[in-house]
C-alpha cells in the first residue's frame, strides 16, 4: 500500500464518519427507486442474476440498487467505514451482498471473466494512473460485459465553481495528465445535520485527461456505447450558482458505458502496443 493509498483510506474513512453524501446508504430506497437508478438511459437490461462488481463504489448505496433488483453484488473499495455502510445497507434491505477491502489498482485476487458488470461511479479520479485499473476491469468482465464509468471532465478541473467574475469563470492552470488537484482544494466542507459545517482534509485526485481516457479504454479493447454528462436541472440558474456553473461547464460524465469485446491479442501492461486508428502526434 503506497503513501496515496493510505492517505486516501484515512481521508475517505473520516468522510463517511462525517456522513458526507456519498458514503450515506440508502435505506429508504425501493425497488421503483432501484429500476430508475440501474436502468438508466436503457443501457441495461434485466439485471437478476447477474454478477455485479461495485469498483470503488462503497456506502451502500450502488449495492442496495443492484441487490434490490436481484444481482448478484460484490463491493469492491478501500474505505472500511464505507464497506460497512454497503453491509449496514444490505442488512436493512435483508440482502446478500459481499464486501472486500481493496485498491482499485490491483484487483488481481478476482477471478478472470467473472462478472457481467463493473459499476464504477465516481472513483478513478482519486488513483495518479487509469491503465492498471482499466487493465484490471478488462481481465475481471467476461467478454460482452458492461462497464459503466463516471470520471471527471478533465477541462473543468481547471476551473473553480466559486470564481464567478460577473461574465466568467476563468480557466486556470495547464491540463496535465496525472496533476494531484487537491493540492489546490486541500479541504472539503461537509455540513452537519445540526446545521455546522466541518472541514476535512481532501483526498488526492488526480486529472485524467479525455485522451487518456479513451486511449486506454481502446486499448483494452472496449468499445464505446455511450456518454452523458452531468448539469444540475435549473431552468433559470443564478450567475455565479452551482447550477448555473455546472451548465456553464459540466463537471463530470455521469454516464460513460463501454462493452469489453473479445481479445484478439491482448496488449501488454507498459507497452505502446496501442490498436489501429490511434492517431497521436
Known sequence: MDQINKNNRER??????????????????????ALRYVYRHNMLKAVDGKRVLCLASGGGQDSVAFGLLGADVTVYDLSDVQLERDRQGAAHHNLKVATIHGDMRDLSGLPADDFDIVWQPYSINF???VDSVIRGVARILRPGGIYYLQFANPFVQNVDDEAWNGSAYPLNGT???????????????????DGTRIQLESPHEFRHTLGTMMNTLVRYEFSFLGLWEWMKRDDTPVPGSWAHFTQIAPPWFD????????YAHPPQPGTNDYPAGDFRN
Open 175 to 193: 491540463y496535465r495528465d496525472g496533476e494531484d488537484l487537491s493540492v489546490y482544494f486541500p479541504h472539503w466542507d461537509v455540513d452537519q445535520p
Open 12 to 33: 475517505w474513512n473520516a468522510l463517511a464518519r462525517a456522513n458526507v453524501e456519498y458514503t450515506r446508504p440508502f435505506l429508504d430506497f425501493t425497488i421503483e427507486d
Open 127 to 129: 488513483v495518479p494512473e
Open 255 to 262: 454516464s460513460f458505458w463501454q462493452r469489453k469485446e473479445i
